[in-house]
């Protein structure tokens, strides 16, 4: 029996959705995401949920705010592990990395927001953690950004910077496309 990837999705909490986040690119994000989500489920494959509760009352991300919870198209079934952050970083205080080592769990398919914040740093923790991690270009989007130097980046342009941090360091970057065609090769089907 061929042991699948887990999928782990970051931070698709409706603050996210909201307008007032700003401008950013991969529109189609959130259909690849429902897919590889559909997929992980008709094959019965492991998926964790992550969700950002922010230490701040003012943050969207708020204990209790509608903007804290899930999208309702990406809501945890029975079942579906579910990890409560406090930092991008959804290794980091989470208990996640054990969790993971208990199952046996070697390999990870990271999707969700943003690409520059949460999935970036969540990446890299599995990617130095030893986990062989895959992060799916065309189901991560990021939001435009000042650069230091005070440089306004596209969304695009944070978007790309940001996998080409991870790609061959941390992580391998694929598209759904290529994920969906390997979990069907992987299960035969």
Same mark, same amino acid.
């Given at each position: 029996?061929?042991?699948?990837?887990?999928?782990?999705?970051?931070?698709?909490?409706?603050?996210?959705?909201?307008?007032?986040?700003?401008?950013?690119?991969?529109?189609?994000?959130?259909?690849?995401?429902?897919?590889?989500?559909?997929?992980?489920?008709?094959?019965?494959?492991?998926?964790?949920?992550?969700?950002?509760?922010?230490?701040? *009352?003012?943050?969207? $991300? &708020?204990?209790?705010?509608?903007?804290? %919870?899930?999208?309702? =198209?990406? #809501?945890?079934? !029975?079942?579906?592990?579910?990890?409560?952050?406090?930092?991008?970083?959804?290794?980091?205080?989470?208990?996640?990395?054990?969790?993971?080592?208990?199952?046996?769990?070697?390999?990870?398919?990271?999707?969700?927001?943003?690409?520059?914040?949460?999935?970036?740093?969540?990446?890299?923790?599995?990617?130095?953690?030893?986990?062989?991690?895959?992060?799916?270009?065309? *189901?991560?989007?990021? $939001? &435009?950004?000042?650069?230091?130097?005070? %440089?306004?980046?596209? =969304?695009? #342009?944070?978007? !790309?910077?940001?996998?080409?941090?991870?790609?061959?360091?941390?992580?391998?970057?694929?598209?759904?496309?290529?994920?969906?065609?390997?979990?069907?090769?992987?299960?035969?089907?």
């Amino acid at each position: 029996m061929t042991t699948l990837p887990t999928l782990i999705i970051i931070d698709m909490q409706n603050c996210m959705a909201s307008p007032d986040a700003g401008p950013r690119n991969n529109p189609q994000a959130e259909t690849n995401i429902a897919s590889l989500l559909a997929a992980w489920r008709e094959h019965q494959g492991t998926v964790v949920h992550v969700r950002h509760i922010s230490r701040s *009352a003012s943050s969207g $991300f &708020a204990p209790g705010q509608p903007g804290a %919870a899930f999208q309702p =198209a990406f #809501e945890p079934r !029975a079942g579906e592990h579910v990890v409560e952050k406090n930092v991008p970083d959804a290794f980091v205080n989470t208990g996640l990395e054990r969790w993971l080592r208990m199952r046996g769990i070697t390999d990870l398919v990271v999707v969700g927001v943003s690409t520059n914040i949460s999935v970036e740093d969540s990446a890299r923790s599995a990617g130095n953690l030893g986990f062989r991690t895959t992060v799916v270009a065309d *189901a991560t989007f990021a $939001f &435009a950004k000042r650069d230091h130097a005070g %440089a306004q980046r596209t =969304a695009r #342009e944070v978007h !790309a910077m940001s996998l080409a941090n991870l790609d061959g360091e941390y992580a391998t970057v694929a598209d759904t496309g290529d994920v969906l065609a390997g979990l069907e090769h992987a299960t035969g089907r």
